[in-house]
């Protein structure tokens, strides 16, 4: 099975960007579609983004729309999660998602999870 590692969290102010990665090892993520999700403190898990590995159709929340743009990089086998003008609200555990089907923000319909990655907005 596919395994991933995220990366790219950290600490911004409100207004400002990050981008997540997330590298597939183990296996290609083919046939999967590929999604992010967050979860913050005391709620639970939430679909962000999603891209549908074969041709990078987008899929997003619309939470995010037209701030988060979510690719992908057959090569290297990574997707990548450019997040700008990040609110407070942002502010969650990360996680990436590997899932037969497309499009869908549904938890049930992502089989693997990486271990996820923090980012914090805050003055």
């Known amino acids: 099975q596919p395994q991933f590692v995220e990366s790219g969290g950290g600490v911004v102010q409100p207004g400002g960007s990050l981008r997540l990665s997330c590298a597939a090892s183990g296996r290609t993520f083919s046939p999967y579609h590929m999604g992010w999700f967050r979860q913050a403190p005391g709620k639970e898990r939430e679909f962000v983004a999603a891209?549908?590995?074969?041709?990078?159709?987008?899929y997003y929340a619309d939470s995010v729309k037209g701030r988060f743009t979510i690719t992908r990089d057959n090569a290297k086998n990574t997707v990548y999660l450019q997040m700008n003008s990040l609110k407070p609200e942002d502010t969650a555990v990360y996680y990436c998602?590997?899932?037969?089907?497309?499009?869908?923000?549904?938890?049930?319909?992502?089989?693997?999870w990486g271990q996820g990655t923090q980012v914090t907005v805050s003055s």
């Open positions: 998602a590997a899932g037969g089907r497309f499009p869908t923000g549904s938890r049930e319909d992502y089989n693997y």
């Open positions: 891209i549908r590995w074969s041709d990078g159709t987008p």
